[in-house]
């Protein structure tokens, strides 16, 4: 039997889903606006304080295309119901671990369960209706909601840092995780493929041997240069990742089906994916802290702050759909990005002296112009893939926005570090942070020198990122216009470029 027959439990069942997507996404930004109190209680270095941030979206990210695959395979409900028990246990370890490194280590655990949600959730949606619009606005009502949660992550985060410790930013997931393991059997159907594949534990540890050495090296170029150590992981990641489509060309049973990359179309809006999330996920990263240590708030009101954009990236990943009813998704995709790029520009004229007005109509409109963005490409990565590898397209679609976040974090985070302890702002030796030199300084001079030098760090990231964002919103509108001018036929539903 599948819901579909029954409209009222397909929505419901959409309804859990939606509930997973904004927990497992919630996760990738609850914890910015805990940063400052870690800082303050495990005393973690810099760089470990940029892993408790994204070691969750690292792993997340490089464990995903297996366990998509493992999904179709052994049934996508059940590889769902397995990763929230895992989720909620390790939810509670982070709440309570001792020391940055356990921290570091459960945050990374977590990544690995949180890769079970976010395709089980993408797949089984696609399941839930078997019409093509239908399946179009149950992906972006997921997609919204994979967005709304890590816009309101910060929020979030800010209302339980008001009346607890850091750790219940963490523990938010354990009765979450309760509810999903008690309504998923009733509500979710099983699906899984008809012919189950081989699943190649080679191409599993390729894909993490890819992902993590480039990520670590990127980040350590970014923090400290271009040390040996951290160019020769970034080359080993590459040589890995060539390694692992070589051999995805080879099998009968792929983790990822490279084929799909030939279509120039398909290949731009992974992407446009990639790179979106990369710049956006960033912003949040450091608003949420020049919220705190620039302007001084407490996490309720810098969370509040934040829900401006919350509500942006929400709108635009809703209104995509119906927008596509008169233009093509291309068209509505470069028009975002293009208002994305100018929010872009206005959070380059940031400094610590700045309005919050100024704050805020930046991220709203970087956070609305990317909303449709993740919602019609979402569909059309899932929408390319046939049914019986729905669970592997919906992980791709997954990973690619993960790994562009966890690298933007890490790469434009790094940036951000860079620039600040590049700066001389007379702080001691030891202050590589600027949660360090707020809690260690009560020099005036010292504090408006270290926040200067922040907030020239955020103009330096933003200005990377109105770049990449206006080059992205040109290619996906070329594209779009030399296909017209090639073939006026219009595209099958789902193609987005």
């Known amino acids: 039997m599948t ?11 959409l309804a859990v889903l939606c ?15 805990a940063l400052p109190a870690i800082d303050a209680d495990l005393r973690p270095s810099g760089t470990q304080l940029l892993w408790i941030v994204d070691v969750y979206a690292f792993l997340l990210a ?3 295309l297996a366990l998509g695959a493992v999904g179709d395979r052994i049934g996508r409900r059940r590889l769902l119901m397995i990763g929230a028990a895992a989720y909620g246990v390790l939810s509670a370890l982070a709440a309570y671990a001792p020391t940055p490194d356990l921290l570091i280590a459960a945050r990374a655990l977590l990544g690995v369960a949180g890769a079970t949600l976010m395709p089980s959730a993408f797949s089984l949606a696609a399941t839930l209706f078997g019409e093509a619009r239908q399946r179009a606005v149950a992906l972006g009502i997921v997609v919204a909601s994979v967005a709304g949660g890590t816009a309101i992550g910060p929020l979030v985060g ?10 219940s930013v963490f523990l938010l997931g354990v009765p979450v995780m309760v509810l999903i393991l008690a309504l998923g059997p009733v509500l979710l159907p099983e699906h899984r493929a008809a012919v189950a ?13 890819a992902v993590l050495p480039m990520v670590w090296g990127l980040k350590e170029i970014a923090a400290d240069g271009e040390r040996w150590s951290a160019v020769g992981a970034v080359v080993a990641g590459l040589v890995v990742g060539v390694v692992f489509v070589a051999r995805q060309r080879r099998l009968a049973d792929p983790v990822v089906d490279v084929r799909l990359f030939r279509d120039r179309a398909f290949s731009v809006v992974v992407a446009t994916l990639t790179i979106g999330i990369f710049v ?4 949040n990263y450091y608003l949420a802290q020049y919220l705190q240590l620039v302007k001084d708030l407490d996490p309720l009101e810098a969370g509040l702050w934040t829900a401006p954009s919350a509500l942006g990236v929400i709108a635009g990943s809703l209104l995509a759909p119906r927008l596509t009813r008169r233009l093509r998704p291309s068209l509505v995709i470069g028009a975002g990005l293009t208002v994305s790029a100018a929010g872009f520009v206005l959070l380059t004229q940031l400094t610590a002296t700045s309005g919050l007005g100024l704050m805020v109509a930046g991220s709203v409109a970087v956070s609305a112009g990317f909303g449709p963005m993740m919602a019609l490409a979402t569909d059309e990565v899932i929408g390319a893939a046939p049914p019986e590898r729905a669970g592997a397209a919906a992980a791709l679609s997954s990973m690619a926005p993960q790994l562009g976040g966890a690298l933007g974090i890490a790469v434009l985070g790094s940036v951000v570090t860079a620039v600040f302890r590049g700066a001389d702002t007379g702080a001691d030796a030891g202050a590589d942070t ?5 809690a260690s300084s009560t020099d005036g001079v010292v504090l408006a020198a270290a926040r200067d030098a922040f907030t020239g760090g955020i103009a330096v990231a933003a200005t990377v990122s109105a770049v990449l964002v206006s080059v992205l919103a040109s290619t996906v509108v070329a594209l779009s216009v030399r296909r017209d001018s090639v ?3 219009p595209r099958p539903r789902g193609s987005s470029a």
Do not use: K, N
């Open 487 to 489: 073939s006026p036929t």
């Open 280 to 283: 956006l996920w960033a912003a």
């Open 62 to 64: 490089g464990s995903t």
């Open 158 to 167: 800010g209302a339980l840092l008001e009346r607890f410790w850091w750790g």
């Open 3 to 13: 819901i579909t027959e029954d409209p009222r439990r397909a929505w419901a069942g």
């Open 19 to 33: 509930v997973v997507a904004v927990l497992a996404s919630l996760e990738l930004t609850v914890t910015h606006l």
């Open 434 to 438: 600027l949660g360090a030199v707020v």
């Open 197 to 209: 594949a081989r699943i190649d534990l080679a191409s599993v540890g390729l894909s993490l041997g």
